[in-house]
Nanobody, 128 residues
Framework: QVQLVESGGGLVQAGGSLRLSCVAS??????????MGWFRQAPGKEREFVTA????????NYADSVKGRFTISRDNAKNTVYLQMNNLKPEDTAVYYC???????????????????WGQGTQVTVSS
């Protein structure tokens, strides 16, 4: 069973930055077997895709709303994926979730349904 633990959320002013981390526990498996994604859910809204990175880190995908502001990366030696968030806006306020998807399930995906494992989420609040 893959376990994901996010950290790094908090309260920041508009225009500020935060870096989220997600550490994966993959007993008996290899972290590089998994594509990783970040999703978010704002109050009263459905969870939405933010960004994803493939198992090697060479391929990434971003939602239009965060392109140019957010950067996803991974350190496979540390079983960790990061989300660097710059120029934050109040509309970025949400609970951010880390998710893992077996690379053997097919191409990198932005669909929530394609991810098998989820973290508990970390709150990001951006004040205006």
């Amino acid at each position: 069973q893959v376990q994901l633990v996010e950290s790094g959320g908090g309260l920041v002013q508009a225009g500020g930055s935060l870096r989220l981390s997600c550490v994966a526990s993959v007993p008996g498996r290899t972290f590089t077997n998994y594509d990783m994604g970040w999703f978010r859910q704002a109050p009263g809204k459905e969870r939405e895709f933010v960004t994803a990175i493939n198992w090697s880190g060479r391929n990434t995908n971003y939602a239009d709303s965060v392109k140019g502001r957010f950067t996803i990366s991974r350190d496979n030696a540390k079983n960790t994926v990061y989300l660097q968030m710059n120029n934050l806006k109040p509309e970025d306020t949400a609970v951010y979730y880390c998710a893992a998807r077996s690379m053997f399930m097919g191409p990198m995906s932005s669909r929530e349904i394609d991810y098998q494992y989820w973290g508990q989420g970390t709150q990001v609040t951006v004040s205006s």
